[in-house]
């Protein structure tokens, strides 16, 4: 049984620039939540995909936006990157249950560097 | 303030001995509660879930209060493994299905 993957797991880019990320939730999952971690700190919340909708939102820019897929599998793509966009990236992904504990597994993760 | 404060530690614990920590969340609605452990480097992962009545899973034992509004971990006989960052998880439902971190709470058991 696969769980989350994300890829690619490492990136450095330049600011200005625009990256992608992407993540396959565990199989049977069909909700995708993204967040940033930066550097010792807990991870925020950037934002959830449900039915290929965005359901919620954390508190980032309109730099940061998604997409999810028929398959479940969501990107994450951030524009006009900065240096503070530098920061470990997570996809969680759940099983919308309306109700519940909406446990979440995370994947990887993927490390992105802006210089 | 924060919706989720933990101490960051770290907690240097001996080989063998307990430890205990807490979280307080600020939301009293919210509903859902939550232990992740995180390796350096690596992604968080769920320890258990936080019921009403308390739970225990083995050497871990995790409570809620919530007249307090706070949640507690406490390791017994923590072995060398146990090093990890560990990370309190509140859910509020009003506020979708999100989970909301707190700054985690590092744990180094020594020999």
């Known amino acids: 049984d696969a769980g989350v993957t994300q890829s690619p797991t490492h990136l450095i880019k330049t600011r200005g620039q625009q990256v992608t990320l992407r993540c396959s939730p565990k199989?049977?999952?069909?909700?995708v939540s993204w967040y940033q971690q930066a550097l010792g700190q807990g991870p925020q919340f950037i934002f959830q995909?449900?039915?290929?909708?965005?359901?919620q939102r954390g508190n980032f820019p309109d730099r940061f936006s998604g997409h999810q897929f028929p398959n479940y599998s969501s990107e994450l793509n951030v524009n006009a990157l900065l240096l503070g966009d530098s920061a470990l990236y997570l996809c969680?992904?759940?099983?919308?249950?309306?109700?519940?504990?909406?446990?979440?597994?995370f994947g990887p993760g993927t490390r992105l560097t802006v210089t | 303030r924060k919706e989720v404060e933990q101490d960051p530690g770290p907690f240097n614990v001996p080989e063998g001995a307990t430890v205990a920590f807490n979280c307080t969340y600020s939301n009293s609605a919210s509903q859902s509660f939550f232990w992740y452990r995180q390796d350096c480097r690596k992604e968080p992962k769920l320890l258990m879930s936080v019921y009403s009545s308390g739970n225990e899973d083995g050497r871990f034992t995790a409570q809620l209060n919530r007249a307090s509004q706070y949640i507690s971990l406490l390791i017994r006989d923590s072995k060398l493994s146990d090093s990890a960052t560990y990370l309190c998880?509140?859910?509020?439902?009003?506020?979708?299905?999100?989970?909301?971190f707190g700054g985690g709470t590092r744990v180094l058991v020594k020999p």
């Open positions: 998880v509140v859910n509020t439902k009003a506020a979708g299905n999100k989970l909301t």
């Open positions: 995909y449900y039915e290929e909708e965005e359901r």
């Open positions: 969680a992904s759940s099983l919308d249950m309306g109700q519940g504990s909406y446990e979440q597994y």
């Open positions: 199989s049977g999952h069909d909700t």
